[in-house]
C-alpha cells in the first residue's frame, strides 16, 4: 500500500460485506414466502422484506463504491487523501443512518413511519426504491457531497488520469441524479417519468462509469498492461454506455403516458444497451492476453473477468431479451424483470465490488501480493457457487416469467388465469430458485471464510516472459 490514508477504505469495504449478507438474507425469506405467503407474517411481511432487501442493495453498493473511490484515487492521483478524518465522519453518519432506516422499516409501521419522521411537512416517501424517509434522504446529499468533496480535492490537488476522470463524473452523477428523490409531482405520470432519472440514471448511466473505472485500476495493477492501452478501452465503452444508456432510458416510458415517439427511441437506443457490455467482456480478456505481470492474487483476475461475463449477461442479454416495446407490452412487470434486475446488479456491481475488495484488503491487511493460495482456493470456489447459484436463479426466474405471461398475459379471451392463481402454478419453478439462491448464499459465506484462511502468503508478482 502506497499511501497510508488508503486504509480509510477498509471500514467501508467492511461494512459493505455485512450490509450484503443482510440483503441476501432478506432475499431469502423473500424466496420462501413466494412459496409460502404466511412465512414470518405478521412480524415480517412481503412488503417490509422486499422493501429491506431492495435498499439494503442500494446502500452496500454505494458503501463500496465509496470505498474503492477512497482506495484508488490517492494511487492514481499519487498523494494522500485529502481528508481522512472527513471520510471517517462520513463513514459513520451514512452507517448510522442506514442502519436507523432499515430497523424503522422492520419494526415501525411505514404509515408511522412517515409521521415520525414528518414527511408531510416535504412529501417524498412511499415510492418504490425511494422508500427512505425524507430525513434520510436528505442526510444522503450531506454524505454524498462530503464524499465527493474529499475525492474532488484528492484529484486536483494530484495527478489526473483517466480512471479518476471518469470515476468522477459518474460520483457527479450519482449526486446529481440523487436529487429527483426529491421531487414528488401530483400527475403519476409525471411521478414515474422522473422517477427513472434516478433509478435507471444510476444503475444504466453513471454506476456503469464508476464500474468501468474501479475495473481499469485493478486491471492495470494485476495484469502490467500499459495505461494508454487500457484507456483507449474505457474511452470507446464510456461513450457506448452514455450514448445507448441516456437515450435508452426511454424504454421505462413505454405505457406511462409518455409520447408514443418514446416506443422507437426506447427500443433502438436500448437495444444498443448490450454493445457496451460485450466489449467490456474483449477488454476484460484483451488486457489478460497482453498482460506484462503474473500477479499471485490470481482471484481477484478471475472477478475481474467474471464482472465481464456476467455484467453481459445479465445487463446485455437479458436485458436485451424483453426491451423491445412489442415484447415488453407483455413482459413488463414479470419475472424476466426480475431475472434481469438480478444478474444484472449481481454481474455488474457485486462483482466489481468484490473485485476491488479481493484485489485491496488483502494489501490493507499487510499481504501485497495477495492471500494465501489456500485462501484464494476457497475463495475461487465462492466464486463458481456464487455464479452457478446467481445463474440457476435467473434461469429459474425466466422460466417463471414466461409462465406468467403464458398463464396470465398472453391468453386474449377470458382463458387468462388471474394474478394470484398464475402466482400458485408458478410455485414449483419458485422453488428451484430458492434451491439456486441457497447456493449462492453457501458461496458467500464461503466467501467471508476465505478472510480467515491461514497459509504461506505468495511471494513477489513475476515478470512473464515475452
Given at each position: 500500500?502506497?499511501?497510508?490514508?488508503q486504509m480509510?477504505?477498509?471500514?467501508y469495504f467492511?461494512?459493505?460485506l455485512i450490509?450484503?449478507?443482510g440483503q441476501i438474507?432478506?432475499?431469502?425469506?423473500?424466496g420462501?414466502q413466494?412459496?409460502?405467503?404466511?412465512?414470518?407474517?405478521?412480524?415480517?411481511?412481503f412488503?417490509?422484506?422486499?422493501?429491506v432487501?431492495?435498499?439494503l442493495l442500494i446502500?452496500?453498493i454505494l458503501f463500496?463504491?465509496m470505498g474503492?473511490a477512497?482506495?484508488?484515487?490517492?494511487?492514481?492521483?499519487?498523494?494522500e487523501?485529502y481528508?481522512p478524518?472527513l471520510?471517517?465522519?462520513t463513514?459513520w453518519?451514512?452507517?448510522a443512518a442506514?442502519?436507523?432506516?432499515?430497523?424503522?422499516y422492520?419494526f415501525?409501521p411505514?404509515a408511522e413511519?412517515?409521521e415520525?419522521t414528518?414527511?408531510?411537512l416535504f412529501?417524498?416517501?412511499?415510492?418504490e426504491f425511494?422508500?427512505q424517509p425524507?430525513i434520510?434522504?436528505?442526510?444522503?446529499?450531506l454524505?454524498?457531497?462530503s464524499f465527493?468533496?474529499?475525492?474532488?480535492?484528492?484529484?486536483?490537488?494530484g495527478?489526473?488520469?483517466?480512471i479518476?476522470?471518469i470515476l468522477l463524473?459518474?460520483l457527479?452523477?450519482?449526486?446529481?441524479f440523487?436529487?429527483?428523490?426529491?421531487?414528488?409531482?401530483?400527475s403519476?405520470v409525471?411521478?414515474?417519468?422522473?422517477?427513472w432519472?434516478i433509478?435507471?440514471m444510476?444503475?444504466?448511466g453513471?454506476w456503469?462509469l464508476?464500474m468501468?473505472a474501479?475495473?481499469a485500476?485493478?486491471?492495470?495493477k494485476v495484469?502490467?498492461v500499459d495505461?494508454e492501452?487500457?484507456?483507449?478501452w474505457?474511452?470507446v465503452?464510456?461513450a457506448?454506455?452514455?450514448?445507448?444508456g441516456l437515450v435508452?432510458?426511454?424504454?421505462?416510458?413505454f405505457?406511462?403516458g409518455t409520447p408514443?415517439?418514446?416506443l422507437w427511441?426506447g427500443?433502438?437506443?436500448s437495444?444498443?444497451?448490450?454493445?457496451?457490455?460485450?466489449?467490456?467482456?474483449?477488454?476484460?480478456?484483451?488486457?489478460?492476453?497482453?498482460?506484462?505481470?503474473?500477479h499471485h492474487?490470481?482471484?481477484?483476475?478471475?472477478w475481474?473477468i467474471?464482472?465481464?461475463?456476467m455484467s453481459?449477461i445479465g445487463?446485455?442479454?437479458?436485458?436485451?431479451?424483453h426491451t423491445?416495446?412489442?415484447?415488453?407490452?407483455?413482459?413488463h412487470?414479470t419475472q424476466l424483470?426480475?431475472?434481469h434486475?438480478h444478474s444484472?446488479?449481481?454481474g455488474?456491481y457485486?462483482?466489481i465490488?468484490?473485485t476491488i475488495?479481493?484485489?485491496?484488503m488483502p494489501?490493507?491487511?499487510?499481504?501485497p501480493n495477495?492471500?494465501?493460495?489456500q485462501a484464494?482456493?476457497?475463495e475461487?470456489w465462492?466464486?463458481?457457487l456464487m455464479v452457478?447459484g446467481?445463474?440457476?436463479?435467473?434461469l429459474?426466474m425466466?422460466?417463471?416469467g414466461?409462465?406468467?405471461i403464458?398463464l396470465q398475459?398472453?391468453?386474449?379471451?377470458g382463458a387468462?388465469l388471474?394474478?394470484?392463481?398464475?402466482?400458485a402454478?408458478?410455485?414449483?419453478?419458485y422453488?428451484?430458485?430458492?434451491?439456486?439462491?441457497?447456493?449462492?448464499?453457501?458461496?458467500?459465506?464461503s466467501?467471508?471464510?476465505?478472510?480467515f484462511v491461514?497459509?504461506p502468503?505468495p511471494?513477489e508478482?513475476?515478470?512473464?516472459?515475452?
Amino acid at each position: 500500500m502506497k499511501y497510508t490514508s488508503q486504509m480509510v477504505a477498509k471500514p467501508y469495504f467492511t461494512f459493505a460485506l455485512i450490509l450484503l449478507f443482510g440483503q441476501i438474507l432478506f432475499g431469502l425469506i423473500l424466496g420462501i414466502q413466494y412459496i409460502d405467503g404466511d412465512f414470518l407474517f405478521p412480524h415480517i411481511p412481503f412488503n417490509v422484506a422486499r422493501m429491506v432487501h431492495t435498499n439494503l442493495l442500494i446502500v452496500w453498493i454505494l458503501f463500496g463504491f465509496m470505498g474503492a473511490a477512497y482506495y484508488l484515487v490517492p494511487e492514481e492521483s499519487e498523494r494522500e487523501l485529502y481528508s481522512p478524518k472527513l471520510a471517517i465522519i462520513t463513514f459513520w453518519v451514512f452507517a448510522a443512518a442506514g442502519v436507523a432506516t432499515i430497523l424503522g422499516y422492520l419494526f415501525v409501521p411505514y404509515a408511522e413511519l412517515t409521521e415520525l419522521t414528518f414527511n408531510h411537512l416535504f412529501p417524498t416517501m412511499g415510492r418504490e426504491f425511494l422508500e427512505q424517509p425524507t430525513i434520510t434522504k436528505i442526510g444522503i446529499v450531506l454524505v454524498v457531497v462530503s464524499f465527493v468533496f474529499n475525492i474532488s480535492m484528492t484529484i486536483l490537488k494530484g495527478r489526473k488520469t483517466i480512471i479518476t476522470m471518469i470515476l468522477l463524473t459518474g460520483l457527479f452523477g450519482l449526486g446529481f441524479f440523487w436529487l429527483f428523490a426529491f421531487y414528488l409531482p401530483d400527475s403519476l405520470v409525471l411521478d414515474k417519468y422522473f422517477w427513472w432519472f434516478i433509478v435507471h440514471m444510476w444503475v444504466e448511466g453513471v454506476w456503469e462509469l464508476i464500474m468501468g473505472a474501479i475495473l481499469a485500476f485493478v486491471l492495470i495493477k494485476v495484469t502490467g498492461v500499459d495505461r494508454e492501452y487500457i484507456e483507449k478501452w474505457l474511452y470507446v465503452i464510456v461513450a457506448l454506455t452514455m450514448v445507448s444508456g441516456l437515450v435508452g432510458m426511454g424504454h421505462h416510458f413505454f405505457f406511462i403516458g409518455t409520447p408514443g415517439y418514446w416506443l422507437w427511441l426506447g427500443s433502438i437506443f436500448s437495444a444498443l444497451e448490450p454493445m457496451p457490455f460485450f466489449l467490456m467482456i474483449l477488454y476484460a480478456y484483451s488486457m489478460v492476453d497482453k498482460r506484462r505481470i503474473d500477479h499471485h492474487n490470481k482471484i481477484a483476475l478471475t472477478w475481474a473477468i467474471g464482472t465481464a461475463i456476467m455484467s453481459f449477461i445479465g445487463a446485455g442479454v437479458l436485458g436485451f431479451l424483453h426491451t423491445l416495446a412489442p415484447v415488453n407490452f407483455y413482459t413488463h412487470g414479470t419475472q424476466l424483470t426480475a431475472a434481469h434486475g438480478h444478474s444484472s446488479f449481481f454481474g455488474a456491481y457485486a462483482m466489481i465490488i468484490i473485485t476491488i475488495v479481493s484485489y485491496a484488503m488483502p494489501i490493507m491487511r499487510g499481504r501485497p501480493n495477495g492471500n494465501s493460495f489456500q485462501a484464494q482456493k476457497v475463495e475461487r470456489w465462492a466464486f463458481w457457487l456464487m455464479v452457478i447459484g446467481m445463474l440457476g436463479m435467473t434461469l429459474a426466474m425466466v422460466a417463471a416469467g414466461v409462465e406468467q405471461i403464458m398463464l396470465q398475459r398472453w391468453p386474449e379471451s377470458g382463458a387468462a388465469l388471474d394474478f394470484m392463481s398464475t402466482q400458485a402454478e408458478i410455485i414449483p419453478t419458485y422453488t428451484i430458485r430458492m434451491i439456486f439462491g441457497s447456493i449462492f448464499t453457501i458461496g458467500l459465506i464461503s466467501y467471508f471464510v476465505s478472510f480467515f484462511v491461514k497459509g504461506p502468503l505468495p511471494g513477489e508478482a513475476k515478470e512473464v516472459s515475452s
